[in-house]
């Protein structure tokens, strides 16, 4: 299985703007934190969609790269997401990703998205990447 | 139907850190670019998934707004997106949306996305927005 | 909460044509087996695409009935699902429903779907359901 | 291209329990017909969900075969559909399936879902399929 730590580097050196860390690495499974900015708030007092989107973009490709090694041109084919709850904007992201298949030539996993602190998540996301063959 | 200039102004200080401008507003329908940048690039030279995801929300709020006036309370509740080809580094993006629904509740719409000046779609995304009852 | 037979009951007699049946109730869940016969095979000797979604989404209604109690005119408002393994010809599905929100107005939640006995899910859905308002 | 005859008889040699006929096939598209009878029905005198699945699934189905030849093992791997209108229970229902790519491995569709003479769709469906890679 991959080294976080260097899993951790390749996610800094790949995204330099992401305000995104990794938390843990388990089989078949990832956790990351966001952390939430001014930038990333909507009128209202919430998270944008597009943040809660791009942490699950980067939690699935994270997970995956756990369980194939650190492969750059694997890239998302599909991505669905549910909004449930309005994200607190005084919190950090957290998302959760479980793989529920990693074949030849696609992963399949899905990310649950909290506000720190809370049990209830925010959003719910189901992601599928293309591997490439020659690895 | 809201005027196009009051929506442009709208969203610039909706969402200050986008460079998503509004091109035309027509029937059920927006049209949004997005000046890529450097930071909205992915090692092998191409767009990341994440900026055609802001893109695609932010073209489907702007058709949606173009029909039911300036509410900005309407939130996403689901957002899905396949992705068919790799965008261009060196090009704008275009966001193409057409609203399918309007009712009272709920919208829903499709986007297709585009390197400026190609004529096959990058991706493409389907969403729905609740819309607040009290307006 | 709705008592099980009760749901079964209704099941039966709002789907008659249905091969699915209820096997368990729980708190914001509930699990349904489809007997596979064979107008759901496909050539090659797998079950239909259709099939797996219908499973999906009466294991979704049945669990938000268990929630809210049977308001027959709940609604699917949107559903995706993403086929992962082939299969089984030979076993029966299983499709275990997990509530992610239920809301006023809107249901959401996740379907693991099985050929009986297998580990690993077939195929996932997540679908979200309207509930009507006057309740 | 393929010939909409032969399809058709491969359809109905394929899916003999269906009730979709091909009603025309053009350039990277199909339509089809679903004539719904009792069995489709729901109480509240509308169409089933899995019903209109079923039809955008064989739309999809369709539309890739007439532009890839016939070629019996292409699977769905994702499937999403909107609800938007109530189908009408006295009337068929059409299906207008464009493709917005056709690769190598992988072909991406939408389908337009309508009750037959009416003009807004009932419900708006995605798909994508695998092509099995030697034909």
Redesign the interface.
């Known amino acids: 299985m991959t080294d976080p730590q260097q899993l951790s580097d390749f996610l800094a050196s790949?995204f330099p703007?992401s305000r995104c860390t990794l938390l843990s690495l388990g089989p078949r499974s990832a956790t990351l934190k966001h952390a939430v900015t001014e930038?990333d708030l909507?009128?209202?007092g919430t998270v944008s969609?597009?943040t809660l989107?791009?942490l699950a973009?980067v939690a699935l490709y994270a997970a995956i790269l756990g369980e194939i090694g650190i492969v750059?041109?694997a890239?998302?084919?599909?991505?669905?997401?549910?909004?449930?709850?309005k994200p607190r904007a005084d919190r950090d992201l957290i998302g959760e990703c479980q793989l529920?298949?990693v074949?030849r030539?696609?992963a399949?996993g899905?990310v649950?998205l909290y506000s720190e602190g809370e049990s209830?998540?925010v959003a719910?996301a189901?992601g599928?990447y293309a591997i490439p063959p020659q690895r």
């Not at 890239?75 to 709850?85: K, L, Q």
């Open positions: 790949e703007q930038a909507r009128p209202g969609g597009p989107m791009a973009d750059p041109l890239v998302t084919t599909s991505f669905s997401i549910n909004f449930m709850r529920m298949k074949g030539s696609l399949v899905e649950s209830e998540p719910h189901v599928t």
